[in-house]
């Protein structure tokens, strides 16, 4: 009788199967998930009132939300470039450098503020206004889903 040597991943117990790590991992993206969700309403982030606010200069909520985002992924970036840190599959992470240029990142990001300003509402928390019952923002969500897709077809001929 031969024996096969078991293959071992870190932090999981040698006899669990695929599956459950698997089933496993989308259960804490998945509460991950709906705690940031509950974070984006209950911080009025998807607020169209705090969104006009901040379009008008007349709050500073919104800047300070979007600061200590920012703050905060330059933060994780920074640790992520220098720590090592593994994937739960015992990968390395790594993070890439943006590439060069100016064009993609300015029409890009006119493209991004035209649609926040038609929807009247950031569309990062699509699916937390879903959750809220929020309906409306299933025209954003139908239009997020088309510019994908219109991207896809046509990102051969769009600058980069």
Do not use: N
């Amino acid at each position: 009788m031969s024996t096969k040597p078991v293959r071992t991943i870190p932090g999981v117990h040698p006899g669990a199967s695929s599956i459950t790590r698997a089933a496993t991992g989308l259960l804490v993206y998945l509460l991950a998930g709906l705690y940031f969700g509950v974070v984006l309403v209950k911080s009025e982030a998807a607020s169209w009132y705090r969104i006009q606010e901040m379009f008008r200069f007349e709050s500073f909520h919104m800047f300070g939300l979007i600061g200590s985002a920012v703050l905060t992924g330059m933060l994780t970036t920074a640790l992520l470039r220098g720590s090592g840190i593994k994937s739960r599959d015992g990968q390395a992470i790594t993070v890439t450098l943006k590439e060069k240029g100016w064009r993609r990142y300015v029409f890009g990001g006119l493209t991004f503020g035209v649609g926040w300003g038609l929807a009247g509402v950031c569309p990062g928390p699509i699916f937390a206004l879903l959750g809220a019952s929020i309906w409306p923002i299933l025209i954003v969500l139908a239009s997020a889903l088309l510019g994908t897709y219109l991207y896809g077809v046509f990102k051969d001929r769009l600058p980069h």
